[in-house]
């Protein structure tokens, strides 16, 4: 009479976890489901083919119009530099030298696409502040790092300035932009 209590406290036992696995399959099942209904599609919208639709004489104004002069370089060097600031300032050398090198793509790809600016911006920043800032972050040096980013910002004022862009002044970053963990 033992043996047989055991058996059916096991055969209980065997049928409720058959079951909470059951339950467990279908309550993903369920929610796999529901996410899949409501991923985004392109289903019913226009497919992005707008530049294939131009003329190819009139695709390159079209390229030109969106990338919208030089302000979308400013925008993204402003990023970079922002968080090449709070890099070096944390000590996070290698984020610090990660902003910097972008900084320095997102200038030259500008630069290509607004050859006007390419006078000033090499004599007033690209070829002095720019590089000894990222000579103090290669040093992993905060003293000199603080004292090269003033020299950082006043380039770049100066190079606004020389643009006819004066009322563009750079002031040291007070808000971090992204989660970054300090090293």
Known sequence: MRGSRRFVRFVWALIAATGLVTVGAVAAWTVAMAQHQHAPS??????????VKLAPAARTEAIQRQLRGFETTMAEVAYRYTEMYWGGIDGNWEYAAHMQGEMGKALELGLERRPVYRKSAEQLFLKGAFVQIGEAIQKKDAALFKERIETLRASCSACHAAEKHAFIKIAVPTVRRNPIEKP
Request: glycine share 10%; charged share 30%.
């Open 42 to 51: 392109m289903e019913g919208m226009q497919k992005p083919d707008w530049l």
